[in-house]
C-alpha cells in the first residue's frame, strides 16, 4: 500500500514550497548510535528490562506507512506508550530531504516482540522539512530534543546532537544490508537518543530539530489519546 504525506520544504532563503510525497514503507533504525559500546550498554540495560537484543545492530524494523501523520492527535491502545525524538529522512523528487519525528511505541509490548511494539503506534513527524543538502556541511552539529507533558508538568526528555547517532551516509547502507530499498517510497526513522531519566508515558510528545548554524527549528508535537489497556 502507497500513502502520500503532504510537507512543506523550508529552504535556506526562507521559501516554503509544498511537496507530495509517495510512501509505501516506514523503516525504523533502532540501536544507531556511533558508538558501539555505549549500544550494547544499552542492549544490556533493556534486557535487564525483558527486552531481548537485536538480531544484528543497528536494528532495522518496518511498519505500515498508514501509520505516518503530521497531525497533533495520536491515538494509542493503552497507558504504556512513550515518543522518541529521531530525525526523519524522506525521500523525494528534489533529493532527501530531512523532518523531525517520534517513533512511538508501546513499551508494554517491547518486552514480547520489538517489532510488534512498534507497529501498535503511530509515527508522528513534523509537516516542515530541509534539504538534505543544505544540512551535510554541518550534519553533526544539529540538535535533537523533545519534551514530554504528564499531568502539569512539561519536562526535558532527550536531548544531544546527531553527533552520536549515525548520519545519513553511514545509515543508509546500514538499511539496503538489511535487505531494504533506500530510495523512492522509503521514509526512514534515524533512531533515537537516550532519555533523560527513563521512559515516561505523558499525554503530550514535542520534539525539535535545531540548526544551530542556520538558525533555524523543525517541530513535532501531538497529544497522546489513550483508549483502553496494553494487552
Known sequence: MTCHVRLRVCETDGRRRPVEVPIDRIILAGYSGRDRAVVQAHIRELERLGVAPPARV???YTVSPELLTTGARLVVGGPSTSGEAEFVLVPSPHGLLVGVGSDHTDRAHEAVDVAESKARCGKVMSAEVWPLH???GHWDRLELRAWTT??????LYQ???LA???????LLPEVARAGLPTTAGALIFGGTLPTLGGFAFGRRFEAELHDPVLGRRLHCAYNVIATGASR
Do not use: F, M, N, Y
Open 58 to 60: 543497528p536494528a532495522i
Open 134 to 136: 543544505a544540512l551535510e
Open 150 to 155: 504528564d499531568g502539569h508538568e512539561r519536562r
Open 159 to 161: 536531548e544531544g546532537c
Open 164 to 170: 552520536s547517532l549515525l548520519d545519513p551516509a553511514s
